[in-house]
């Protein structure tokens, strides 16, 4: 079976990918700095699936490092990318890093890639580089606008550097995935998302707040233009996402694949709001959540959800898990990780 480098492969969607390729039989090598994640999410895959798969520590802004790689590797017939810096207030105060990290990352992987037969990749890419949306659901067609943050902004050009890329190479093909809010953990709870220091994200810091590490969540505005007041998301389940990734890896890997370039929106096609996760939490777990509302965050779009008609008629995939689903597999992983050892 094909052999799939994973970069970013021990973070959070990076993980649950490994583990359905693994699931459908496809070899892993997984390519992570551990700068977002940790060698312990290895024997979680492992004791999901039985096989480890292989793993390199490596910083993909070090060329040669990346060079050498593909050097000793050179039957990788896939690359799914996940390796990059996802903060949109960090990227706000260090643009620079950003740039260096995400950018410089992606064209030392192409560059490593290029001299391979044939190459097919896979773009982790974000809702964000859609901006605030003049219409919604949003499809692929959508104006890119300018993006609002220097995270959003490397994602657009990344996009860009690999159509690019597309335009000149007869034996490269591409599809950008573009995510809108994952969120959950694997049903074992032997993996799922692991925010370093203070969860920026809605998700996580929920679960902290309700298992007792985080004091009160702050709701960033409830005088939004939406029914409750709270911004509306569309929240995906890491597993669906994770196994869009494959399907879109599988449709590289077909011979009789035509288009080298494509874009698809990852969601569930439902927006919801702040309040409605919080709901949802409370109704999975049984508990009350201690939460105030706080002034809006900026940077927040209103609404965003996706239009998915296009992954689901051309992929064949459909999310298939609820945000109940996806709530209790987040709690479920939070009280694992902060069960005291
Ligand atoms: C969701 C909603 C907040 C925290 C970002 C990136 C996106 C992707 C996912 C990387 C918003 C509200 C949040 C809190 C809150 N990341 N909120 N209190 O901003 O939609 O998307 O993360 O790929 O690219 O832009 O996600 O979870 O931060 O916020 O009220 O403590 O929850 O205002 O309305 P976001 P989020």
Same mark, same amino acid.
């Given at each position: 079976?094909?052999?799939?480098?994973?970069?970013?492969?021990?973070?959070?969607?990076?993980?649950?990918?490994?583990?359905?390729?693994?699931?459908?039989?496809?070899?892993?090598?997984?390519?992570?700095?551990?700068?977002?994640?940790?060698?312990?999410?290895?024997?979680?895959?492992?004791?999901?699936?039985?096989?480890?798969?292989?793993?390199?520590?490596?910083?993909?802004?070090?060329?040669?490092?990346?060079?050498?790689?593909?050097?000793?590797?050179?039957?990788?017939? *896939?690359?799914?990318?996940?390796?990059?810096?996802?903060?949109?207030?960090?990227?706000?105060?260090?643009?620079?890093?950003?740039?260096?990290?995400?950018?410089?990352?992606?064209?030392?992987?192409?560059?490593?890639?290029?001299?391979?037969?044939?190459?097919?990749?896979?773009?982790?890419?974000?809702?964000?580089?859609?901006?605030?949306?003049?219409?919604?659901?949003?499809?692929?067609?959508?104006?890119?606008?300018?993006?609002?943050?220097?995270?959003?902004?490397?994602?657009?050009?990344?996009?860009?550097?690999?159509?690019?890329?597309?335009?000149?190479?007869?034996?490269?093909?591409?599809?950008?995935? %573009?995510?809108?809010?994952?969120?959950?953990?694997?049903?074992?709870?032997?993996? *799922?998302?692991?925010?370093?220091?203070?969860?920026?994200?809605?998700?996580?810091?929920?679960?902290?707040?309700?298992?007792?590490?985080?004091?009160?969540?702050?709701?960033?505005?409830?005088?939004?233009?939406?029914?409750?007041?709270?911004?509306?998301?569309?929240?995906?389940?890491?597993?669906?996402?994770?196994?869009?990734?494959?399907?879109?890896?599988?449709?590289?890997?077909?011979?009789?694949?035509?288009?080298?370039?494509?874009?698809?929106?990852?969601?569930?096609?439902?927006?919801?709001?702040?309040?409605?996760?919080?709901?949802?939490?409370?109704?999975?777990?049984?508990?009350?959540?201690?939460?105030?509302?706080?002034?809006?965050?900026?940077?927040?779009?209103?609404?965003?959800?996706?239009?998915?008609?296009?992954?689901?008629?051309?992929? *064949?995939?459909?999310?298939?898990?609820?945000?109940?689903?996806?709530? %209790?597999?987040?709690?479920?992983?939070?009280?694992?990780?902060?069960?005291?050892?």
């Amino acid at each position: 079976m094909a052999k799939i480098l994973v970069t970013g492969g021990l973070g959070f969607i990076g993980s649950h990918t490994v583990v359905e390729l693994q699931k459908k039989g496809f070899e892993v090598v997984i390519i992570d700095n551990l700068s977002n994640s940790s060698l312990a999410v290895l024997d979680g895959i492992k004791a999901i699936t039985g096989i480890k798969p292989d793993f390199e520590n490596i910083d993909l802004k070090d060329k040669s490092l990346v060079q050498s790689f593909f050097n000793k590797h050179k039957n990788i017939q *896939g690359i799914i990318h996940f390796a990059a810096s996802k903060a949109v207030g960090e990227s706000v105060q260090e643009p620079l890093m950003y740039y260096e990290n995400n950018i410089n990352s992606l064209i030392y992987l192409l560059q490593g890639y290029a001299p391979l037969e044939s190459q097919n990749f896979i773009f982790s890419s974000s809702c964000t580089v859609y901006g605030e949306p003049d219409q919604l659901p949003i499809n692929e067609d959508a104006l890119i606008k300018p993006a609002i943050s220097p995270y959003g902004n490397t994602k657009q050009i990344g996009e860009e550097i690999i159509q690019d890329v597309c335009k000149v190479s007869t034996n490269f093909n591409a599809i950008s995935l %573009r995510y809108f809010n994952p969120i959950g953990a694997h049903e074992s709870a032997l993996i *799922g998302e692991l925010p370093l220091g203070v969860p920026q994200n809605l998700v996580p810091f929920i679960t902290q707040t309700a298992i007792g590490k985080r004091n009160q969540l702050a709701v960033f505005g409830d005088d939004y233009p939406t029914p409750d007041g709270t911004c509306i998301r569309d929240y995906i389940h890491v597993v669906d996402l994770a196994q869009a990734h494959v399907i879109a890896l599988s449709r590289l890997l077909d011979k009789n694949h035509k288009n080298n370039f494509e874009v698809f929106n990852l969601g569930t096609g439902t927006g919801s709001s702040v309040l409605e996760v919080i709901h949802s939490f409370e109704r999975v777990s049984g508990k009350k959540l201690n939460y105030r509302i706080a002034e809006r965050r900026a940077g927040d779009v209103v609404s965003v959800f996706a239009d998915t008609k296009k992954a689901n008629l051309e992929l *064949g995939w459909k999310a298939k898990l609820t945000l109940d689903d996806a709530m %209790r597999s987040a709690w479920k992983w939070e009280q694992k990780i902060s069960k005291p050892s």
